[in-house]
């Protein structure tokens, strides 16, 4: 259910708050929310900046009313349509609103008033424009004789209501039954707003009063002196109305759709800023609201914040709102409009301090998880246990603390495994015990072998190994005719399935016979089989399929594999079946941290902006951005 600002809002704005929310609403928990907003101008191709209503189509499509004609926007361009261009009786288009069989109603204004002049009904896939006497002739006389409110809105039923001007009526309109006059006793200016799920309708009338109404026309409900501006927010939840008592004090007060007066006031609210904030929504069902650029929970916590651009807080004049299908917020101004969009966070931040300086958080480069317990390398500040079920987290002393912690590995005998800036060193969490293993480098990339065997990816010093039992870590001297290894920072180190080592490396991406040594490099200045398009390679998977996908500073590269002689896969690069995925064809980021396969065949990379997901077989990348807030 979509709902539009009635006519006085839009020609006004709505001057101190209120804005219509639609049913449906995201329901809260305690927990962060992410609100991302987009901002649309002339720039972008509206046909005028003051946008004065928005609707959305049966088919997706939304419909900006404008001073300078009428838009229709599918997401990323406008289609204009004017009176010059295309036969519209008028260019200042204040109300839209879609029946049941895809006619758009308008209404508007071009140069004076003139009664049901002021509304057309136009059928953009027919490319048709009627008036009214045109579409009814002489089937409703009382309908044709009467001058309506700049107010046109469909029920959820498919019917269209309409408020006429200084009489006590409203008319409805569906093709089943044709035009229908309801008389609302003792008021007048009736203006429908919304429509409540057990078939009750709120309304606005003389200027000053909200009522409850049944289908019928009977009023159920009457609160008076809600005069000032007529402005009032409502939604499933509930509604707020601003009062007024002869010679009182304004007063913000909160009802539930029966009409029944409820204690309740935003938090966020002060007696120095209620009730004129200029945009008050209703979110969820616990007393959540949308207080201008910020989401506010009961207890007045901020959840999520956002930043209107080009709209000041204190400029009143919001035109035009609705909520799509998707429950996205579109709000029209003086200036264009905007598109709000609050959804839940789906991660859960754990080691995180808001409004921290760049530089000075806590950079994690190695994760562990297993039974309840999380491990985390911070490298600023040492190893850290963290409790899943509490979130409760601790250094772990006997690891120290200081500078440059970086790979993290569970060994086979359940031990930790964890890299620091001068040491490898082997952590018993059942003992709380650490063995010490010395090194005059950075330990980068960690690998146990199936013999039991670890292998250590240092900064600038190659490869270190550690047979089963030993005490220290011996260099590694079985480079061949690959020394460029040697000298390489060594990101990762993972043993395959055939026993094959792979060390992703600075300069390349190097296999390793467990007994021959280093045995084939790959990288952008190879030829032939040693040819792949990158030099930095980070981290690498070899997926179910047998395909290579590599992490590297350039973007992500897919690799074709071959089964050589000795029953071991090798990566092949040819145009044809492989890829390069970049920003310029797919990526949002370049720098590929690493890549992982979930039980679904999708992957799954860490970059400098957020996780990407990427599809396989389709070849879909999407950004998964973290807030920033």
Same mark, same amino acid.
């Given at each position: ?477 079985? $480079? !061949?005719?690959?020394?460029? &290894? /040697? ?8 043993? @395959? %399935?055939? =026993?094959? +080592? #792979? ?77 390069? $995925? !970049?920003?310029?064809?797919? &990526? /949002? ?8 396969? @979930? %039980?679904? =065949?999708? +992957? #799954? ?25």
């Amino acid at each position: 259910m979509m709902l539009a600002l009635p006519y006085p809002f839009a020609r006004f704005g709505i001057t101190f708050f209120g804005l219509l929310a639609m049913a449906t609403a995201w329901p809260l928990a305690a927990q962060e929310y992410i609100a991302k907003v987009q901002y649309y101008n002339i720039d972008q191709g509206l046909s005028h900046r003051q946008v004065n209503a928005i609707c959305q189509d049966r088919h997706g499509f939304v419909w900006i009313g404008t001073l300078n004609g009428l838009n229709r926007f599918d997401g990323y361009s406008f289609r204009p349509y004017t009176k010059e261009k295309d036969g519209l009786p008028f260019n200042n288009i204040l109300t839209v609103a879609e029946d049941t069989e895809g006619w758009l109603w308008l209404q508007g204004q071009e140069g004076q008033k003139q009664g049901l002049k002021e509304i057309c009904l136009f059928h953009p896939e027919r490319g048709e424009i009627r008036s009214l006497p045109e579409k009814f002739g002489t089937s409703a006389p009382e309908f044709s004789e009467t001058p309506l409110n700049l107010y046109i809105r469909r029920d959820d039923e498919g019917v269209m209501w309409m408020s006429a001007r200084d009489t006590n009526l409203l008319f409805l309109y569906h093709p089943a039954n044709g035009v229908q006059a309801l008389q609302i006793a003792g008021l007048r200016n009736i203006i429908p707003v919304y429509f409540t799920p057990d078939k009750t309708i709120w309304a606005r009338a003389d200027d000053h009063k909200m009522v409850l109404l049944d289908r019928s026309g009977k009023v159920l409900k009457l609160i008076e002196n809600s005069w000032l501006y007529g402005n009032w927010s409502i939604s499933d939840k509930g509604l707020l109305t601003i009062t007024k008592p002869a010679g009182g004090k304004e007063k913000l007060i909160f009802y539930n759709l029966k009409g029944e007066k409820q204690p309740y006031t935003p938090a966020g609210l002060t007696d120095a800023n209620a009730p004129h904030p200029a945009l008050i929504v209703p979110f969820g069902n616990d007393g959540t609201f949308i207080i201008h650029n910020r989401l506010v929970d009961p207890a007045g916590v901020e959840i999520a914040a956002w930043d209107f651009s080009k709209h000041d807080r204190n400029n009143f004049m919001w035109r035009s709102f609705m909520q799509d299908n998707t429950g996205r917020y579109w709000l029209g101004d003086d200036f264009g409009f905007y598109i709000l969009q609050i959804k839940k966070n789906r991660f859960k931040r754990y080691f995180y301090t808001k409004d921290i300086k760049p530089g000075q958080g806590f950079t994690i480069r190695g994760i562990l998880a297993a039974q309840g317990k999380l491990y985390a390398n911070l490298e600023r500040n040492g190893c850290f246990e963290l409790d899943l079920r509490s979130g409760q987290s601790h250094r772990l002393e006997a690891t120290g603390s200081g500078w440059s912690y970086h790979a993290l590995l569970f060994a086979k005998n359940g031990d930790i495994l964890i890299g620091k800036q001068d040491a490898l060193l082997r952590f018993n969490p059942g003992a709380n015990s650490v063995l010490k293993f010395p090194i005059d480098s950075e330990v980068w990339g960690i690998c146990e072998d199936n013999t039991g065997k670890l292998w250590v990816g240092t900064l600038k010093k190659g490869l270190y190994t550690c047979p089963p039992g030993a005490t220290s870590l011996a260099p590694y001297t079985q $480079y !061949n005719n690959f020394r460029e &290894l /040697s000298t390489a920072l060594v990101h990762y180190i993972e043993q @395959d %399935k055939s =026993g094959t +080592l #792979w060390a992703c490396a600075g300069n390349g991406f190097y296999q390793i016979d467990p007994q021959k040594g280093v045995v084939a490099r790959y990288w952008s200045g190879g030829t032939g089989a040693s040819f792949l398009p990158a030099l930095n390679f980070l981290h690498f998977c070899i997926d179910a399929d047998g395909v290579f996908w590599f992490a590297t500073a350039t973007g992500l590269v897919r690799a074709a594999s071959q089964t050589g002689s000795d029953g071991r896969r090798y990566p092949v690069w040819s145009e044809k079946t492989g890829k390069w $995925y !970049n920003r310029a064809n797919s &990526l /949002s980021n370049d720098f590929i941290y690493a890549v992982h396969e @979930d %039980k679904q =065949g999708k +992957l #799954w990379m860490p970059t400098d902006n957020g996780i990407i997901r990427l599809d396989k077989k389709t070849g879909e990348a999407k950004p998964i951005t973290f807030p920033t807030a």
